[in-house]
């Protein structure tokens, strides 16, 4: 079964820093997609970046980008000139690439904004 | 376009109640799924459809039942409520492809 991996629960990030959050998940299969998604206090869970594990190239929105490294089954995401805003609990997600499999989440990292 | 809404928001019940949980999309997404979020336990999925009619068991299914009887609702229902079932429950929709859709969750407690 895969198996997503966040090994911080807490970070910390000065306001304009750069963070970044790791993840590590485990699979054996060659084609499937990776997530991060974000909660904030309101707990809505926001879409913030995906990647799909056949694209070498990493993704990236505005400030958010990942580094992908699929044979270290690595995918973390870097957050550049952090906002306030951006403080929340960030979740890393996989799916399988068929359509009848859902998202397998890791635990979370809380990211602290500090003014 | 108001994505996927969950009714009710909050919710209390006593031991043994019965209650329904309605999920609604309007994206016209195949897949919907049904997730609870306990703390420290991240998000973990009860019951998952990907289409009308069907429906199938996920990580945590004891308890809960669902249905999908048209394609832009998904229900979940627990038939004898217990204190294990307190949680924040969330209802996602997608397509084949891509990411999952969350709605803003519904926060659960049984006494």
């Known amino acids: 079964a895969q198996t997503v991996t966040q090994s911080q629960p807490e970070m910390s990030v000065q306001e304009a820093e750069t963070v970044t959050l790791s993840c590590t998940y485990d699979t054996s299969e060659s084609d499937y997609y990776l997530f991060w998604y974000k909660q904030p206090p309101s707990r809505q869970m926001i879409l913030v970046i995906r990647?799909?594990?056949?694209?070498?190239q990493n993704a990236t929105e505005n400030r958010f980008s990942v580094n992908f490294q699929k044979a270290a089954k690595s995918f973390s995401l870097k957050i550049s000139d952090s906002q306030l805003g951006d403080a929340a609990m960030y979740f890393c997600a996989y799916r399988r690439p068929a359509g009848n499999t859902p998202l397998v989440f890791g635990k979370g990292t809380r990211l602290s904004v500090i003014a | 376009n108001a994505g996927v809404t969950q009714t009710p928001k909050f919710r209390v019940l006593k031991t043994g109640q019965s209650m329904t949980l309605l999920c609604a999309q309007d994206?016209?997404?195949?897949?919907m799924y049904w997730y609870r979020q306990d703390p420290g336990m991240g998000l973990r999925l009860i019951h998952y459809?990907?289409?009308?009619?069907?429906?199938a068991k996920g990580e945590v299914p004891d308890g809960y039942n669902v249905s999908r009887l048209k394609k832009q609702n998904f229900l979940l229902g627990l038939e004898s409520a217990a204190p294990s079932q307190t949680s924040v429950y969330f209802c996602?929709?997608?397509?084949?492809?891509?990411?999952?859709?969350f709605g803003p969750g519904t926060r659960l407690t049984v006494t």
């Open positions: 459809s990907v289409g009308e009619g069907t429906t």
């Open positions: 994206m016209n997404h195949e897949y």
């Open positions: 996602a929709s997608s397509y084949w492809t891509g990411g999952q859709y």
């Open positions: 990647q799909e594990a056949y694209k070498q």
